[in-house]
């Protein structure tokens, strides 16, 4: 048996503002801040001692861990960053405002870019301010690797090698892994190791700064599916509100 637990960054400048951000690199609200330290706490009280950190390459998850431990007092706990942990690249919608946008496309083509399965928004222009293209970060991945766009089936197919070849290591060895990340590198993680199909993932909403913990079985399923939020009664109310962004 192992521990998993998954952590999506507190609220950051963008979530509050309501713009779509995928890989763009902005940083933690001071509500966001507060929600990284509340998720240390809540890791703290629980009695879930992380052994090792896995996170994306974007800061707002970077700081999450390290608001979290810090208030955990496990500052010293080893972390590794990959970018196929990294929020869905949102393609053409980066930068822009969900209210907005919904108004202007329709509901239905706002929710289809939004959590369908398998259709991408369309891709984001190399030129465009809010393109990674040739950011440093991202200089050792193959160049056919680097996304313009991308849908959650996109996200499942990066994230999961990553799964694979990182992280179930380290819970094959015993550790308990923490993985601060996105709220839909976390929805393509959490469908794999709970099975969810194509259609019912568009249901699944993760909410900022509450820990998911998940007791992971030999074979690295879930003892119970859905896991435990650690503070179930916020994320309910959190998740209602991830659900209704967008609307005005
Ligand atoms: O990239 C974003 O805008 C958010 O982090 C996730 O947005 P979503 O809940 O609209 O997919």
Known sequence: MS?????????????????????????????????????GRLLLDAGVRPD??????????????????????????????????????????QGKDK?????????????????????????LADDNEFSQVGDRRYADLPPELMPRTECLADVVDRMLPYWYDSIVPDLAAGRTVLVAAHGNSLRAL?????????????????????????????????????GEYLDPEAAKQAIEAVKNQGKK
Do not use: C
């Not at 083509?109 to 259709?119: A, G, K, L, V």
């Open 99 to 123: 209210a907005q946008t919904r108004a202007e496309f329709g509901d239905e083509q706002f929710m289809t870019w939004r959590r369908s399965y398998d259709t991408p928004p369309p891709p």
């Open 3 to 39: 521990t998993l637990v998954l952590l999506r960054h507190g609220e950051s400048v963008w979530n509050a503002e309501g713009l779509f951000t995928g890989w763009v690199d902005v940083n933690l609200s001071e509500k966001g801040e507060e929600e990284a330290r509340k998720g």
């Open 52 to 93: 090792v950190v896995h996170t994306s390459l974007l800061k707002r998850a970077i700081r999450t861990a390290n608001l979290a431990l810090d208030e955990a007092d496990l500052n010293w706990l080893p972390i590794r960053r990959s970018w196929r942990l990294n929020e869905r690249h949102y393609g053409a919608l």
């Open 190 to 226: 959490v469908k794999h190791l709970d099975g969810i199909d194509d259609d019912t993932i568009a249901g699944l909403n993760i909410p900022t700064g509450i820990p998911l913990l998940y007791e992971l079985n030999d074979d690295f399923t879930p003892r119970k599916t859905g």
